[in-house]
């Protein structure tokens, strides 16, 4: 939508500018802004928090911008977003929000964050999306597509491995290789593969024991050598420790001002030579060339400064709606009928007093804000009687005996009750963690109360973070998690709860039975400075598949108000070897009475590994709309990632030849559909050495015939092979082996095998 053409010309500038400027450029001028040369017209841009809505101060905003800001759309956190797992949506999420940054003439937004959710306990698991590398990915770079379509710049957050908010300035996470490759990097790589954004902002923490915003492997070799980001990084704001070596790193941009002092470190290493000018020119001109993508929506004088307010608070009802997912539904209790039953009683507080987004930096100052207890009210329109009962103080600990009675007599007057829970804003939020899973013990105790004068009780779940059900729910008969749904949720609720609407979302992240189920346990948030990720691969669905642990809900797990078949699945393989192709197919069947979305989740096993690998891993996804007893038939595809592991001693992705498993379903747990393939792969062959042991000789394709042959059929053959003992045979170095007596080979023959199968 805005010109190609260079708005500045960058190496003219580059000429022009004084190593005193340059370096002042790389710090912010306040807050939210980088800053000018008037002399040479290099405007200043501003950046602002996002991620669900633009949280841009006004002129008069305070210093540490964390209050006041202009009113825009509060759109659902991301914890609610990824329910939907609906990527066009988030598209179209992130095009209203670059529509309202444009409107205030805001250059770039700070977001998404494709952080993993590695623990529930996590204060800001509200911001990121899911528990899967793959399912974040994708939703971001949607994201950041839609943005970024409307002039406005993404910033890809926390750049990585940021997973917690406990001494998250300063805490190690230690993490191996593998570990960081296939879990914790892999959702940045898709958004900035996929959707290019302007920005990627490097976290606070530091990894296996170097700042992240000091770290050149992860700022330079990774993101930009290897994935091939031509944006600009920016610190997180605070986020510097050491300027020149965060330079040098690839941390361009330093936010916020840090009042001069970082302009001065850049010059003084400059002066001793601990930085090249080089250093200062390529951050500066990746800082111009943020300016210059800027450029056309800063100049276009004839787009208007407003948005559609009503058309954005109806795409944050579509998105609301899109998040909700429905965890139970016995007895088809919803939804419940507009039309005619008797009585039914709202009780709880957050029906009237809706908590719609997370604390912290991303809080937006909302349009408007929708309740549920108004919108059943408007929707019931007299048809049908309700009646309204608090039950509890939102921001209290302790039960209210007046409340709670109050709460009991409503209920058993009704046909049916529907009480609304969830976590208070002091119980989540940016800058600390959780201190366990559960909700409030008052509002439990009142759901009890509840339940005991009406069985027909469903329940609203309102949290930015997962919580723990076990003790209650086996006691209701339908749960709909809403976690946090921006402006709009309260409209998005009435309509799920009264059928307008029918559920289609799916959980992003396992909803365990218990925290001392989950992965992370005795290893978050860790201690002296450091966490150690002992968990390995195992976060999430995968911890729990793998050790096949029962859990309240699986990972993709979703009711609708109808039902979806699935058949005749069929899997192709196109390509093989260094670049395979694979292609699914199979039709969705609408079994049910009413129109309804299901997303069809495909999983990759590799049960002939000769690596631990996780039971399975979600690889694609896609979302079908059916009419009743429609069917469509869904394609997806599965590329090299899909099968691959990264492989610590190639330095690369492989896959290994042999048979694939392909389960298809509805959640980890839930699969209709299994098929397999066999691939040839691209496996690696590792380098042989003189101490490799005599089973990595023996099964190396070129060594390994020959040292059979030299061993003939008896003597040390005949222990090397034995059932019994030839393993502790073979896990003997080679090296030290032709040191024994009767050795058939000794260490000179070894000497020239080496030479011939060093390399792979």
């Not at 009585?343 to 309740?371: H, K, L, M």
């Not at 042999?658 to 590792?686: C, K």
Request: proline share 6%; net charge negative; charged share 20%.
């Amino acid at each position: 939508m805005h010109s190609t053409t260079p708005r500045l010309d960058i190496p003219a500038l580059l000429a022009a500018l004084t190593r005193e400027e340059k370096a002042a450029l790389l710090d912010g001028s306040d807050f939210w802004r980088t800053p000018s040369v008037e002399r040479l017209g290099i405007p200043s841009v501003m950046l602002s928090d996002g991620p669900h809505g633009l949280r841009k101060q006004p002129e008069s905003g305070d210093h540490l911008g964390l209050l006041d800001s202009v009113p825009a759309t509060c759109f659902p956190p991301a914890a609610g977003l990824a329910s939907s797992w609906d990527v066009e949506l988030l598209g179209r999420v992130g095009e209203a929000l670059g529509r309202e940054a444009r409107a205030e003439r805001v250059s770039v937004l700070l977001g998404p964050g494709v952080n993993m959710k590695r623990s529930p306990l996590c204060g800001r698991n509200f911001e990121y999306f899911s528990e899967d590398p793959h399912l974040a990915g994708e939703l971001g770079a949607a994201w950041v597509r839609g943005l970024q379509s409307q002039g406005v710049g993404a910033s890809l957050k926390h750049f990585a491995a940021n997973n917690q908010e406990t001494d998250r300035m300063t805490v190690s996470a230690e993490i191996d290789e593998r570990t960081l490759r296939e879990i914790y990097l892999p959702a940045f790589e898709t958004v900035v593969a996929k959707a290019r954004p302007w920005t990627v902002m490097s976290s606070y923490n530091k990894v296996n024991g170097t700042y992240v915003a000091e770290s050149r492997a992860l700022l330079t070799a990774i993101l930009r050598d290897e994935w091939g980001f031509d944006g600009l990084v920016v610190s997180d704001w605070g986020g510097i420790d050491n300027r020149p070596a965060s330079l040098a790193a690839g941390t361009d941009l330093e936010m916020p001002s840090s009042a001069g002092a970082g302009t001065r470190a850049i010059l003084e290493a400059l002066d001793s030579g601990l930085l090249a000018d080089t250093d200062l020119d390529t951050a500066v001109t990746r800082l111009l060339t943020l300016v210059e993508r800027a450029l056309p929506a800063l100049e276009d004088t004839s787009a208007d400064t407003s948005f559609d307010v009503d058309a954005h608070h109806a795409l944050a009802h579509e998105a609301a709606t899109a998040s909700a997912v429905l965890l139970k539904n016995d007895g088809a209790l919803l939804p419940l009928d507009p039309d005619t039953g008797g009585t039914i009683a709202v009780i709880g507080e957050f029906a009237r007093t809706p908590r719609i987004q997370g604390a912290g930096s991303s809080q937006v100052n909302p349009t408007r804000v929708d309740t549920a207890l108004d919108a059943l009210r408007a929707a019931l329109d007299g048809r049908r009687d309700l009646t309204f009962a608090p039950g509890y103080v939102i921001k209290s600990d302790e039960a209210d005996p007046e409340l709670v009675a109050e709460a009991v007599r409503t209920a058993a007057d009704a046909e049916v009750a529907v009480v609304f829970l969830g976590l208070p804003a002091s119980y989540e939020s940016e800058g600390f963690d959780r201190d366990h899973m559960d909700l409030p013990a008052h509002q439990i105790a009142l759901l009890h109360a509840v339940v005991d004068a009406n069985p027909r009780t469903a329940v609203v779940l309102s949290n930015g973070s997962v919580v723990t059900l076990a003790p209650w729910q086996d006691r209701v008969p339908a749960v709909l998690e809403t976690w946090l749904l921006g402006q709009a949720g309260g409209s998005a609720c009435a309509d799920l709860l009264l059928g307008r609407a029918n559920p289609s979302g799916k959980l992003a992240e396992t909803l365990p039975l218990r925290y001392e189920d989950t992965p992370a346990v005795g290893a978050f948030p860790g201690e002296f400075g450091r966490v150690r990720y002992a968990e390995g691969l195992l976060i999430g669905y995968r911890w729990y598949d793998t050790r096949r642990m029962p859990v309240a809900y699986p990972f993709g797990h979703g009711l609708s108000y109808t039902t979806f078949a699935y058949s005749d699945l069929v899997a192709t393989v196109r390509a093989d070897g260094d670049d395979p192709l694979v292609e699914v197919a199979l039709t969705v069947t609408n079994t049910g009475e009413l129109r309804g979305s299901e997303t069809v989740q495909l999983y990759v096993t590799d049960p002939e590994a000769s690596v631990h690998r996780p039971e399975q891993e979600l690889r694609a996804f896609t979302r079908v709309h059916l009419e009743p007893g429609h069917s469509e038939r869904v394609h997806l595809r599965l590329t090299l990632r899909a099968f691959a592991f990264w492989h610590e001693s190639a330095g690369r992705w492989t896959v290994e030849g042999g048979r694939f498993g392909l389960r298809v379903g509805a959640s980890s747990r839930d699969i209709r559909l299994r098929t397999t393939v066999e691939l040839g792969g691209n496996g690696y062959v590792p380098p042989l050495a003189a101490d490799s042991t005599a089973e990595q000789w023996l099964a190396h394709p070129a060594a390994g015939p020959w040292l059979r042959e030299a061993l003939g059929t008896e003597g040390f053959s005949a222990i090397m092979f034995d059932p019994h003992n030839g393993a502790m045979m073979r896990a003997i170095p080679l090296s030290r082996l032709v040191r024994f007596p009767g050795f058939p080979v000794d260490a000179e023959q070894v000497a020239v095998a080496v030479s011939e199968h060093a390399t792979d």
